[in-house]
Structures are given as C-alpha cells and as structure tokens.
C-alpha cells in the first residue's frame, strides 16, 4: 500500500503558476488576437441606459470593489477578479437585476470565476460569510 503514497506538492501551492514567456509577450500576434477577440468578451452595450433599471454605475462599483477585496483577502489567483468582474457584466447586459440581488449576483460571480482560475474555488459558506449572511448558502446554490 505505501507504493501508493503520493508525496509531491500540490499544484496549487504558493506562487506563480507559470513563468513569463518573452517569446509570447514580446510577439505582436498576441496582442492583435486579443484585440481581435475583445468584442466577444467586453459588454456590448450600456446596459444601465437601456437593461437595468433599478441598478446605478455607484452599484456597480460598491459590488465589484467588494468581489476585489473578497479576493484580495483570500489571495485567489489574478484572474479570478477579472472573469467574475467580467461575467458580472455580461449577465448585466442579459438580465434585469433588483438592486437587492446585485451582492448575490456578485457572489456567484466570483464563485464561478473562482471554479474556473483557481485550483481551490471559494466555498459557498465563505461567499455567504462574506456578504455578512444577506445572501445565504442556498441562495447562492440555487442562482
């Protein structure tokens, strides 16, 4: 049984995954590919003029300066605040939101971003914790 004993570190253990690749990030391909894909990932619209009624630009900005410091203190990878912001956006542009489901929103936000960037996705009952309980687990779970 013992030659079944795995002593490696974990893959996601402290620092950075990957080492930076000048060959990549002094190409100038990339950069064209990645203009070239922005329309597919920014909103295409201003949704607070023609989707969301009941949501502001301060809303937007109190939520998403939350998801960062929730981020922060849990030292997730840098891109988890990037996708959850950006998904944020894109579902604002799709769906109408009440202002008292914007915290929600946001929370599960960083929870799918978290399961897709991150080698350990936030927990559920932390997001709750984080939202001071207003949102609860089976809110989050159900969303």
Known sequence: MEELYCSEAPACSEGPIALQDNNLLKDSRILNNLLQLQPFTIPPQNYFKHIQSDIQPYMRKVVTKWMLDVCEEQACEEQVFAVAANLL?????????????????GAVCLLLASKLRQCRPLSIELLAYYTDYSVSQQEIRVS
């Open 89 to 105: 956006d894109r579902f604002l542009c799709a769906c109408v939101v009440q202002r008292t489901q914007l915290q929600l929103l």
